[in-house]
């Protein structure tokens, strides 16, 4: 599977916006880019995906690269609520599942 | 609509005893997951179900086995237990593979073993 390299931390401030990197330079045509997140002792959730075009859901933007080595998950306006662990993630869609791989994530800290 | 629920939420293990980890979804998935998490870590597969009837290994599968119940239920079976085996378990689901389908994940069954 194709790897995503994330910072391990980001700082934000409330009711700023957010970009959360991450570069997947040896992503492959059948890769779509997944975004989860990760609230303190809770499962994952899903956030939004995309492959080649931006996506916009009333959660994130995805803005990928048009080489698509990497992507940026926007929240537009931070709260205390989206401190969590977010996860960028590299799908492969040709298998039998639809398998996830998680790497360490960044973790998000959201400051008043 | 539950969602994904998992049965116990907390255990507590000697080593060697056995376990069963219950996972049920009532989406109408097809294919269901087991991770487990280390502290700090990302999740790593344990196993899969892409479909009722079938199983698979992910990438740490050694000291588990699984059986798909039915389509709604899928469980993590640890035959004899290892404090390696410390973690917290989680159990997903999702439709059929077609591209961009998102799993859903459950609460989560954190599991001692000493």
């Known amino acids: 599977d194709a790897k995503t390299t994330q910072p391990n931390s980001m700082e934000s401030n409330e009711e700023e916006p957010v970009h959360l990197p991450c570069n997947h330079s040896?992503?492959?045509?059948?890769?779509?880019i997944h975004w989860y997140r990760q609230l303190p002792s809770q499962g994952p959730e899903y956030v939004i995906h995309g492959l080649t075009s931006n996506v916009n859901n009333r959660m994130a933007s995805l803005a990928i690269a048009e080489d698509r080595k990497s992507s940026t998950l926007i929240l537009h306006r931070a709260t205390l609520r989206d401190a969590a662990v977010y996860y960028c993630?590299?799908?492969?869609?040709?298998?039998?599942?639809?398998?996830?791989?998680f790497g360490t994530g960044t973790r998000l800290q959201v400051t008043l | 609509n539950a969602g994904v629920t998992q049965t116990p939420k907390f255990q507590v293990l000697k080593t060697g005893q056995s376990m069963t980890l219950q996972c049920a979804q009532d989406?109408?998935?097809?294919?269901m997951y087991w991770y487990r998490q280390d502290p700090g870590m990302g999740l790593r597969l344990i196993y899969y179900?892409?479909?009722?009837?079938?199983?698979d290994k992910g990438e740490v599968p050694n000291g588990y086995n699984v059986s798909r119940l039915n389509k709604r239920e899928f469980s993590l079976r640890l035959e004899s237990a290892a404090p390696s085996q410390t973690s917290v378990y989680f159990c997903a689901s999702s439709e059929a593979r077609k591209a961009g389908s998102k799993q859903y994940f459950g609460p989560g069954t954190r599991l001692t073993v000493t």
């Open positions: 989406m109408n998935h097809n294919s």
């Open positions: 179900s892409a479909s009722e009837g079938t199983t």
């Open positions: 040896t992503i492959s045509g059948t890769d779509y």
């Open positions: 993630i590299l799908r492969d869609e040709t298998g039998t599942a639809s398998k996830l791989t």
